[in-house]
């Protein structure tokens, strides 16, 4: 009995030995619907295409999540950025975005490190509990059992999610009222891999996700590697003016404001365009 004991003491604790040292890496990628409207007498075709392509590129990358049983950290997979099209200034900003989002699930927070306008920001908030509705549904992405789960978000619509010097209300220094929408996301996660993150903002299920759509962005995961022969370092960013979420959310619009100004077509900002893209959420 005693030997017994000693044996299943020691099943245990390798055990909790391997659940401390589980760790993995996914990759993603995410690809935007665009709808672009813009006046050709701003623009001729041969620039609209160059434009299309940008804004393609843009919208269609690649993210690394770095996981274990308690944290993961999120970021861009590193490379070189395209130059810009002559004559055309593209802004991209995002209230909800982050350059590197570190998740503590055991502790429920998070922080978010987010260059915007030049100034670096470290977000740090806790992490609200997401409503998922798990679903009987399944399908298999790569060698994984998903099951399907969804929830629903209000979110501000961004018509086209693109602006352009010479619009109209714009120009009048007039502000719509934002409008508010309620949107469906659907996510698919494995129970194969149980840890409850996932990529970007999404986390909270019984299982890695390895797929999300909103409607109009998709993230899905092309690889995944499970306890990789050369360990990552899960380490929370430091870097920045540290503020909550609620308030960076209000620095980037007052900021968007100024810029509007700044770019306001009554003065002399030369000949060229900008092209705003904002992502609401």
């Known amino acids: 009995m005693k030997q017994l004991l ?13 659940a ?18 813009l006046d050709s007498t701003q623009m001729n075709s041969e620039m609209h295409q160059r434009m299309i ?25 590193e490379k070189l950025e395209a ?5 055309v200034q593209m802004l991209f900003v995002s209230a909800d975005g982050s350059d590197i989002l570190y998740r503590n699930i055991k502790e429920n927070r998070f922080t978010s490190q987010n260059e915007v306008f030049g100034k670096i920001f470290l977000i740090k908030d ?3 509990k997401e409503d998922w509705t798990l679903e009987s549904e399944t399908k298999n992405i790569g060698d994984y059992t998903c099951y399907k789960a969804t929830t629903k978000r209000v979110v501000e619509v961004v018509e086209s999610g693109i602006s352009v010097n010479g619009d109209k209300d714009l120009d009048a220094g007039q502000e719509e ?6 949107i469906t996301i659907t996510a698919w996660y494995t129970l194969q891999i149980p840890v409850n993150t996932g990529p970007a903002g999404y986390y909270g299920l019984p299982g890695l996700i390895l797929e999300v759509h909103d409607g109009q962005e998709t993230i899905i995961c092309s690889k995944v ?7 990552v370092a899960i380490k929370e960013p430091t870097k920045g003016k540290e503020i909550t979420q609620e308030k960076f959310e209000e620095v980037v619009e007052k900021r968007m404001q100024e810029e509007r100004e700044r ?10 365009e900008r092209i705003e893209i904002r992502i609401g959420g």
């Open 53 to 77: 392509a940008m804004l393609k590129k843009q919208f269609e990358k690649t993210y690394i999540l770095t996981f274990n049983k308690e944290a993961s950290i999120y970021k861009e997979d």
């Open 177 to 182: 009222e934002p409008q508010m929408e309620e």
């Open 6 to 18: 000693v044996v299943l003491l020691a099943f245990l604790f390798s055990n909790s030995t391997v």
């Open 263 to 272: 770019y306001n077509p009554d003065r002399n900002s030369g000949d060229s």
């Open 83 to 87: 130059p810009q099209t002559a004559g």
């Open 126 to 128: 806790v992490l609200k």
């Open 20 to 37: 401390q040292d589980f760790q993995g890496i996914a990759t993603y990628k995410t690809k935007r619907q665009l709808d672009v409207k």
């Open 225 to 231: 590697v499970l306890n990789p022969k050369n360990k």
